[in-house]
Nanobody, 115 residues
Framework: QVQLVESGGGSVQSGGSLRLSCTAS????????MRWLRQAPGKARELVAD???????WYDASVKGRFTISRDNAKNTAYLQMNSLRPEDTALYYC?????????YGQGTQVTVSA
């Protein structure tokens, strides 16, 4: 059974930093592309960043240069380092994989950035 558990969210002021973690189980972590998505109130869920099994990364233009995605296969954990946070980064952040034909998500971790 796939489990994705996010942590590390919180409330920060504009310009601050947070590091999100996603601890995974129930599948071969090292073989999977790991994704971070977010959903702000009243908006659709959007892909923020992903990292392939070989370590290739992709970022949405809105976070490029401020966020860094990484993974530690020995710990079955993916990370999202978020620097220079802005109020528009406020959202519920989810970890995601596509596994056995469907999207799997964790419960999410809330990030709130005040001006």
């Amino acid at each position: 059974q796939v489990q994705l558990v996010e942590s590390g969210g919180g409330s920060v002021q504009s310009g601050g930093s947070l590091r999100l973690s996603c601890t995974a189980s129930g599948f071969t972590f090292s073989s999977q592309t790991m994704r971070w998505l977010r959903q702000a109130p009243g908006k659709a869920r959007e892909l923020v960043a992903d990292i392939t099994s070989s370590g290739l990364t992709w970022y949405d233009a809105s976070v490029k240069g401020r966020f860094t995605i990484s993974r530690d296969n020995a710990k079955n954990t993916a990370y999202l380092q978020m620097n220079s946070l802005r109020p528009e980064d406020t959202a519920l952040y989810y970890c995601n994989i596509f596994y056995s034909g469907s999207n799997q998500y964790g419960q999410g971790t809330q990030v709130t950035v005040s001006a």
